[in-house]
């Protein structure tokens, strides 16, 4: 798991949408789907639900947006 991961994850969370958040972080879809898809991976958990109309976030998923952004967060405090 690396910060980059935790940032597009973040982001989709946000955004509710691979496309939204691609837009934002001027990243391309399947980069960022990619390193959803290996953050899911390391941690072996869903962590998004993908519908027709976008993503939603798992109830795990929700945990780790919590997570996450309290990370994120420290991480600007040090930058």
Same mark, same amino acid.
């Given at each position: 798991?690396? +910060?980059? /991961? ?10 509710? $949408?691979? %496309?939204? =958040? $691609?837009?934002? &972080?001027? +990243? %391309? /879809?399947?980069?960022? !789907? /990619? /390193? +959803?898809? #290996?953050?899911?991976?390391? &941690? !072996?958990? #869903?962590? &998004? +639900?993908?519908?027709?109309? !976008?993503?939603?976030? %798992? ?8 997570? =996450? ?11």
């Amino acid at each position: 798991m690396d +910060i980059r /991961q935790l940032r597009y994850f973040t982001a989709v969370a946000k955004h509710e $949408s691979l %496309t939204a =958040a $691609s837009d934002a &972080l001027n +990243i %391309t /879809q399947p980069a960022i !789907g /990619q /390193q +959803i898809r #290996k953050l899911e991976d390391y &941690l !072996g958990l #869903k962590l &998004l +639900i993908r519908h027709s109309r !976008g993503m939603r976030l %798992t109830p795990v998923g929700k945990i780790l947006l919590r997570h =996450a952004e309290d990370v994120l967060v420290s991480v600007e405090r040090i930058e």
